[in-house]
């Protein structure tokens, strides 16, 4: 989706070294998410915001730091890459408000951004 | 949230309808089925969501049982753009973290 960027598409890197994933999105949504992806493993969240002064933890935060700079930026830090670390990474958006019908007024629907592939050797 | 159940893959010939079946026994009354669909490792794409009516969009039909238990998504006309891995997951809106919980999904191959 054009509407959700992730910078860089590509970036290998060396243990040890402080890696910044950056996201941003122009659909105008509070809320933003970051997530990995392994090979057999479907996707798993790292951190995710509700908006800008809301920050949480998922299911597999260590090692990763997060940083809402705006409503539109969301940015993934690694302080000390590690080769387990090594994976795609995707920033997804989402927006709660109500719509449509009975069924369909809670939306919530998260929109993903290209990935960053990263390799840390 | 609920666990699903896909097959790891399927073929289907361009031109005919997709169907991808998706058992979810557990699903509760207050969680909704949503498709995605990843696309060689591009980020995952959003089809089709419901909670206990039939859907359809501009891209797919969502069927649900009537007991709710399993879904089928349906790509009407399959064409080879739709080879990607499909996602069926259900989850509760407005849950604690509004997390998706991606399985393995269903690797489908529009045959020419």
């Known amino acids: 989706d054009a509407d959700v960027t992730q910078t860089p598409r590509n970036r290998i890197t060396k243990t040890g070294k402080r890696i910044m994933l950056e996201c941003s999105q122009t659909?105008?949504?509070?809320?933003m998410y970051w997530y990995r992806q392994d090979p057999g493993l479907g996707l798993r969240l790292i951190y995710y915001?509700?908006?800008?002064?809301?920050?949480n933890k998922g299911e597999i935060s260590d090692g990763y730091s997060v940083s809402r700079q705006a409503q539109a930026k969301f940015s993934l830090s690694l302080e000390s890459a590690i080769p387990n670390q090594t994976a795609l990474y995707f920033c997804?958006?989402?927006?709660?408000?109500?719509?449509?019908?009975?069924?369909?007024?809670?939306?919530?629907?998260?929109?993903f951004g290209p990935g960053t592939r990263l390799t840390v050797l | 949230d609920a666990k699903t159940t896909q097959p790891p893959s399927m073929d289907c010939a361009e031109g005919r309808a997709a169907n991808l079946p998706c058992n979810h026994s557990?699903?509760?009354?207050?969680?909704?089925v949503y498709w995605y669909r990843q696309i060689h490792s591009q980020g995952p794409q959003y089809i089709i969501h419901g909670l206990k009516n039939n859907e359809t969009n501009e891209m797919a039909s969502l069927i649900i049982t009537e007991d709710r238990k399993s879904s089928t998504l349906i790509l009407p006309h399959a064409t080879l753009r739709d080879t990607a891995v499909y996602y069926c997951?259900?989850?509760?809106?407005?849950?604690?973290?509004?997390?998706?919980?991606f399985g393995t999904g269903t690797l489908l191959a529009v045959q020419p």
């Open positions: 659909k105008g949504h509070d809320r």
């Open positions: 997804a958006t989402s927006d709660p408000r109500l719509t449509g019908t009975q069924d369909r007024r809670s939306t919530d629907t998260q929109y």
């Open positions: 557990t699903i509760s009354g207050n969680e909704y």
């Open positions: 915001s509700f908006d800008v002064k809301d920050i």
């Open positions: 997951i259900v989850r509760i809106y407005g849950g604690a973290t509004n997390k998706l919980i």
